[in-house]
DNA sequence: TATAATACTGAATAAAAGTTCAGTGTTATA
DNA sequence: TATAACACTGAACTTTTATTCAGTATTATA
């Protein structure tokens, strides 16, 4: 039987220029190819309640081939994670050097969540996948990881902010998981707007998080 | 055969004070007791991966009497949100009268959702649900009214605050989702929190979202 | 060109989960 | 006390789901 998956491509290369393996070649686009699809499920539908018989709908590929390219479901999720993970870091690096201040930062992490679509690592998924009782033992330490990592990574955004003399607070750690959380939750809520109503909020609870919507005069 | 609950109870009617009708009793003891069991398993571990079994186990009575007190599993969950809908309203209106200004309101609003344990309508479990494709067409629209619902809530409270000048904003509508969000990504961290804890991160939650942590002489 | 390695298919398997239902006690009604 | 209505059981039924595997097509290797 024909697959007309490998009709296309591998013209490409007239010559001997960048002569890949071919093999490697289309195994990486397949697996690119259900990573795809199965991240935008899981941010849509959740962990448990995406099936693999979606990813087979969504790729048009079989589900033997998905279990070829990947472990099983709970490693095809933890793939997703760690990928989402070297993908910001990467991103992030890129954006940083632009923004001078520690509060350049923070709108500018705002407005990459905010574009990122599917974005978050502690997405609905990853939570329901790390709250879900049954976990491989090694499974679980390595999300915990993830989490702790994200947690740091804001609170050293917010410690350069400190020491910067731009913001006056003494609970970093507590800030941390404010900040966190409002990302998480900005992020379910954004699922229901345009591009363009998520930009302007993400940027707004920046706002309030930086400034806070009290008359100065009160309580503090 | 003897079902071990008949046993109990229905001795308190001595004469013919309360007494109620034994059966209906009974039927609102184990509707209760359901719905107690499966809150907790649907907060815990999703919508999706609580069974029916799961309820079963923890609750000791029979699938087919869950099936005799709920529709089905969806309706479970439906009546578990709109209790809770019901319960929040019941207590925000006794607290309410006891706090005078807006501000007030917003921390005994964070106390009452950090103390509430398992508690945001828009838990990880709602959401899942709502994200959830195969929804029966009456369904959506239930939910969607109920996070329109709470939405509204937040949005009529800050509006209190700014009609008593206790804040300065025009985007109501902006804040009222920053809130939420806050309190959403909150509830999902505390679930990793000791009360006390919880209870600290919330209220600095509030104190973050009414006075920010910049200092004031950037930017705006 | 022959052989090995690789990328896949698609149906089978098995476990899990939601739902139904015939039947059994228990309580109300007449 | 007899009969109807009710609360409930537990096993059977159906559907869904993750996972495996024998086999096929394609590409690399010798």
Redesign the pocket.
């Known amino acids: 039987?024909?697959?007309g998956?490998?009709l296309e491509k591998?013209v490409i290369q007239k010559s001997g220029e960048i002569d890949v393996?071919?093999?490697?070649q289309?195994?990486e686009q397949?697996k690119k190819k259900i990573a795809d699809a199965a991240r935008a499920l899981f941010a849509q539908k959740g962990y448990?309640a995406?099936?693999?018989?979606d990813i087979v709908k969504a790729t048009?590929?079989?589900?033997?081939?998905i279990?070829?390219?990947f472990k099983?479901?709970?490693g095809l999720f933890l793939y997703l994670l760690e990928e989402w993970n070297t993908e910001w870091d990467k991103r992030w690096l890129d954006k940083q050097t632009l923004y001078p201040t520690t509060i350049d930062k923070l709108y500018g992490m705002a407005e990459q969540l905010a574009l990122d679509q599917l974005n978050h690592p502690l997405t609905k998924a990853a939570d329901e996948f790390f709250n879900n009782s049954e976990k491989a033992p090694d499974v679980e330490e390595r999300i915990h990881e993830m989490v702790k990592g994200y947690l740091d990574f804001n609170q050293q955004l917010l410690q350069g902010g400190i020491d910067n003399h731009e913001f006056e607070t003494t609970n970093v750690t507590g800030l941390a998981i404010i900040l966190d959380s409002l990302m998480l939750g900005l992020n379910q809520h954004s699922r229901r707007m345009e591009r363009a109503e998520a930009l302007e909020t993400y940027r707004l609870a920046m706002d309030v998080f930086l400034h806070g919507i009290a008359k100065p005069t009160r309580t503090r």
């Open positions: 039987m024909l697959y998956v490998h591998s393996n071919k093999k490697k289309q195994t397949t448990k995406t099936s693999i018989e048009g590929c079989s589900a033997g081939n279990y070829y390219h099983n479901k709970e």
